[in-house]
């Protein structure tokens, strides 16, 4: 029996676990015990839902101790990225005409199974990627939400959509899948981006091929097990990690793909853009392209704002998760009247943060994922000191993992280089303005617009800042992380992507096209 609309409850976030309750400790301690029995384990890539070896492999490492082979996954060829892409494209044939309802109920049985599973799920996120138990849960939570919101989503879409009556006919207007596409998702939310971009796909009737970071392929692979467990048929989601320079343009250049999907840097974001944009022989559409490209996020601090909320605000928004968020404060921007008070106040704060191994609950900051990515945020560090002020931290933590201290930059100018470039760590540039106007043409002087955050009492500020702040999610006095599905649709402006907004109302649409059908009568 399929589900329909009016027979399931209203959406509702998934909370996420604090582990202040000995029970939820205790299951994330035994979660963490089973999946560290199961390192060394290979995934195969998974084509047609044929689970195919390859002599070449993705080795998945823990970035707190890079000792650790977390897992190995196989690496797609061309030639089997074609073969998966091939495999989509027959797959749609049949999976575009099954009822949305059986769609929505194979998402609806992902997301109970992702729940019961969730603590392992958390474990796996602390070692491939580094988080630490909350922010693993809070990826997880997400991920869930994406599936119980968007299986609803696709049910909604497929009621009668109405149009204008017009005498002597009966007019309709109906969306149907796209076709076979390419999801390419990032590793920093390698279990809520990487499902709700795939779940988004599929529950409106597309097919696709995932190709997954190479952080975070792991995590992919049992996703991908989980959806053919709840009745994703095979060929609907075909598994093929791989080196984006071997596979990576063949995927998105493809005449088969129909869209891709795309959570990541700027730079690969523009280069999927363009390369789509150019048809192949062969091809019969132009390709959509739904991107969502990072961001460098501002929190303006007002000189009538809680000075002591702001810092906590800031704090939380650049070090959680080692800064890792495309939703990430970068740039502190603060009023004069403030500015010294501010830097002390924040100053003492970071001092408070822990940095160490995230399998241990009392660390709040854990590695950065990789070598290459501490060698990057090292330079843009020694960088900022010559832009800027160091006031707290700026070097590595230890020599067995990817730790860096949480790292503040004070009087930074507006233009340097660490208040422009999207570094993705927990690097923190504060910038002194003058007044308010010079804050919000500060916090718009980059090329993206994400998120942004404003801290003030002041109701005049506030009402200026929701016409003149150019970001996609505006929250005020609060941080600028923490995105909600449902109540925060999440996409940004200029080289932030395409606006997207996912686990919005109108997210769905990216992967539908709209068909209207008239008879006469």
């Known amino acids: 029996m399929t589900s329909t609309l009016d027979q399931i409850t209203a959406f509702k976030n998934e909370a996420?676990?604090?582990?202040?309750?000995?029970?939820?400790?205790?299951?994330?301690?035994?979660?963490?015990?089973?999946?560290?029995?199961?390192?060394?384990?290979?995934?195969?890539?998974?084509?047609?839902?044929?689970?195919?070896?390859?002599?070449?492999?993705?080795?998945?490492?823990?970035?707190?101790?890079?000792?650790?082979?977390?897992?190995?996954?196989s690496s797609a060829s061309k030639e089997q990225a074609a073969e998966a892409i091939e495999a989509a494209a027959r797959a749609f044939e049949s999976w575009k005409r099954s009822p949305p309802e059986q769609r929505a109920d194979s998402i609806f049985k992902a997301a109970a199974l992702l729940r019961e599973r969730r603590f392992k799920y958390d474990a796996l996120l602390v070692y491939e990627?580094?988080?630490?138990?909350?922010?693993?849960?809070?990826?997880?939570?997400?991920?869930?939400?994406?599936?119980?919101?968007?299986?609803?989503?696709?049910?909604?879409?497929?009621?009668?959509h109405p149009v204008v009556p017009l005498d002597g006919e009966r007019n309709e207007m109906v969306y149907i899948p796209l076709g076979a596409g390419a999801v390419i998702p990032p590793w920093n939310f390698a279990g809520a981006i990487m499902a709700g971009m795939t779940a988004a796909a599929i529950v409106t009737g597309n097919t696709v091929v995932l190709k997954p970071s190479s952080d975070s392929a792991i995590v992919a692979a049992w996703f991908v097990d989980l959806l053919t467990e709840a009745g994703v048929p095979k060929g609907v989601v075909n598994f093929i990690p791989g080196s984006g320079s071997t596979i990576g343009d063949l995927i998105v250049s493809h005449p088969l793909i129909r869209f891709i999907s795309f959570t990541g840097s700027k730079e690969v974001g523009l280069h999927i853009n363009e390369l789509a944009a150019k048809p192949q022989p062969g091809q019969k559409w132009i390709k959509r392209v739904v991107a969502e490209?990072?961001?460098?996020?501002?929190?303006?601090?007002?000189?009538?704002?809680?000075?002591?909320?702001?810092?906590?605000?800031?704090?939380?928004?650049?070090?959680?998760?080692?800064?890792?968020?495309?939703?990430?404060?970068?740039?502190?921007?603060?009023e004069a009247g403030v500015y010294d008070q501010f830097l002390e106040k924040l100053k003492n704060r970071v001092a408070k943060i822990?940095?160490?191994?995230?399998?241990?609950?009392?660390?709040f900051m854990g590695p950065v994922v990789n070598e290459a990515a501490l060698s990057s945020i090292s330079e843009y560090i020694e960088k900022g000191k010559r832009e800027g002020r160091l006031i707290a931290g700026?070097?590595?933590?230890?020599?067995?993992?990817?730790?860096?201290?949480?790292?503040?930059?004070?009087?930074?100018?507006?233009?340097a280089v660490i208040a422009q470039e999207e570094i993705f760590g927990p690097v923190l540039a504060v910038i002194k303005a003058r007044d308010f106007d010079d804050a919000l043409r500060i916090a718009n002087n980059t090329e993206f617009g994400l998120t942004g955050s404003l801290y003030t009492s002041d109701e005049r500020k506030i009402e200026r800042a929701r016409d003149?702040?150019?970001?996609?999610?505006?929250?005020?006095?609060?941080?600028s992380t923490g995105a909600m599905v449902g109540a925060h649709p999440f996409g940004g402006f200029n080289m932030s992507g395409t606006d997207s907004k996912a686990g919005g109302p109108d997210y769905l649409l990216l992967f539908m096209q709209a068909k209207t059908i008239s008879r006469r009568l």
């Open 468 to 479: 003149d702040f150019f970001v996609g999610n505006l929250y005020f006095n609060r941080k």
């Open 394 to 415: 700026g070097k590595r933590v230890g020599d067995s993992g990817y730790f860096l201290e949480p790292t503040v930059i004070a009087d930074v100018a507006p233009d």
């Open 16 to 73: 996420v676990k604090d582990f202040s309750d000995p029970a939820d400790a205790a299951a994330m301690r035994a979660a963490l015990d089973a999946v560290k029995d199961g390192f060394g384990k290979d995934y195969p890539l998974v084509i047609d839902g044929k689970r195919v070896e390859t002599e070449k492999k993705i080795r998945s490492l823990n970035p707190a101790d890079p000792t650790q082979l977390v897992g190995l996954t």
């Open 129 to 160: 990627v580094g988080k630490s138990w909350s922010e693993a849960d809070g990826d997880i939570a997400e991920a869930i939400d994406f599936l119980e919101f968007y299986a609803r989503e696709a049910l909604r879409y497929a009621r009668p």
């Open 354 to 363: 822990t940095v160490g191994n995230p399998a241990d609950p009392k660390n």
């Open 293 to 334: 490209m990072g961001g460098k996020d501002s929190i303006v601090v007002a000189s009538d704002a809680d000075v002591d909320a702001a810092v906590e605000g800031v704090a939380v928004s650049a070090f959680g998760f080692q800064g890792q968020k495309c939703s990430a404060c970068s740039r502190a921007i603060v």
